[in-house]
């Protein structure tokens, strides 16, 4: 599982490099160019960005489910603000303290270390030269439904909890307001979405985004974790192509599949599917106007 989840990540971070820059992967003919420039995630204002260390993907959310077979295999990949990994700290905590001997007998790896390697992996993120990295993680704010680990991961790291009012960008340096003064920021863990993050390049009317922190990540003055854009690598339909891109970048077989997918712009396909509705999952594709999940076994001949 391990191999399996490090290979995909890789491939997906060559991806986002790749189509963020040359582009190499449509030119050779792995992936239509349609693919790119239907989906709503292709952030053209991030092409051309190239973080410090290279890395976009500093935190993944790979979701793995068992099938029949008793085969694990990959459901589904979040790479732009994965969110959960708290409660896991925090239930392993408590069953710890319920269950002792289940942990004791069993050798389960532990997870407390998470938020130290997380902060770990932001510091090694910062822009070159920059030896005291100043990290901080930006909330939209107590209304967020993840807020509670928005603040459990800022105290565990010793790092400042921010929002958007609390930033401000000059000269192509960003900057957060703090009871000492003005203090330079060099990497932004950011739990709030590519569409409100900033106001100059995206949603105008947000108001939980700092204007000009695209342009001062642009000129290598900040990191963006999870890098912008990165919803390109995440989407349904580019899921169906992710082994192909693991055999293309990292001249590899997949350790872990997919699960069967189908793409239903193949009319022969989509004939095939509509005709076993009931037995499938369909699942929206950025951009379609798809309004959720259907699942197939679970649903009305209406639905």
Known sequence: VEAGVVQRVRALEAFLSDVYGPAEVVRDGVLPRSVLTTSASFCRPAYGIRPPNGVRVHLAGIDLVRDQAGVLRVLEDNLRVPSGMSYVVENRRTMARVFPDLFMEQHVRPVASYPGRLL???RRSAPA?????????????????AYFEHAFLA?????????????????????????????????????????????????????????????????????????????????????????????????????????????????????????????????????????????????????
């Open 120 to 122: 770990d992996a932001l």
């Open 155 to 303: 105290r565990k790291m010793g790092i400042e909890l921010v929002e958007g009012r609390d930033l401000f960008c000059h000269e192509h340096v960003l900057y957060m307001r703090s009871i000492g003064g003005e203090q330079r920021v060099d990497v932004v863990y950011r739990r709030v979405n590519d569409d409100f993050l900033d106001p100059v390049h995206f949603r105008s009317d947000s108001v939980v985004g700092c204007p000009g922190m695209l342009n001062a990540a642009r000129a290598g003055n900040v990191t963006i974790a999870n890098a912008i854009g990165n919803g390109v690598a995440d989407d349904k339909l580019m899921y169906t192509y992710v082994p192909a891109l693991i055999e293309y970048y990292l001249s590899e077989r997949p350790l872990l599949p997919n699960v069967v997918t189908y793409r239903l712009d193949d009319p022969e396909v989509r004939s095939e599917c509509l005709a076993r509705l009931d037995q499938l999952v369909v699942k929206p594709v950025e951009g379609s106007g798809g309004t959720g999940i259907v699942i197939g076994p679970h649903s009305s001949d209406a639905e």
């Open 129 to 145: 030269g920059v030896e005291h990295p100043i990290v901080v993680l930006l909330t939209p704010g107590v209304h967020n439904a």
